[in-house]
Nanobody, 124 residues
Framework: QVQLVESGGGLVQAGGSLRLSCGAS????????MGWFPQAPGKERDFVAG????????EYADSVKGRFTISRDNGKNTVILQMNSLKPEDTAVYYC?????????????????WGQGTQVTVST
């Protein structure tokens, strides 16, 4: 079992930056595809970024390309989402998720493990 815990959320002004972290407990997630999924109140989870098990392949939603960067350090069992040029529409609870290596990262229904989420609020 992979247990995930997110941290790094907060309240920032539009144009600001946040660095979200996802750490594993229980087992290493070195053999997993990892993704970040924001969920706004009353809405379903959206895909914003995913990374292959090795870190060699990354994917992003069009809305965050050029602003967000996903990375991982398998030795530390951490995944990072660097969020720059934040916009009010980025406001959501951001969830870290894991699924077996080789699974395409964009569909949240494919993921097996989820963190508790961390709140990101971007003011106008």
């Amino acid at each position: 079992q992979v247990q995930l815990v997110e941290s790094g959320g907060g309240l920032v002004q539009a144009g600001g930056s946040l660095r979200l972290s996802c750490g594993a407990s229980g087992r290493s997630f070195s053999g997993y595809t990892m993704g970040w999924f924001p969920q706004a109140p009353g809405k379903e989870r959206d895909f914003v970024a995913g990374i292959s098990w090795s870190g060699g392949v990354t994917e992003y939603a069009d809305s965050v390309k050029g602003r967000f960067t996903i990375s991982r350090d398998n030795g530390k069992n951490t995944v990072i989402l660097q969020m720059n040029s934040l916009k009010p529409e980025d406001t959501a609870v951001y969830y870290c998720a894991a699924v077996g290596a080789g699974v395409p990262p964009r569909n949240p229904d494919r993921y097996d493990y989820w963190g508790q989420g961390t709140q990101v609020t971007v003011s106008t």
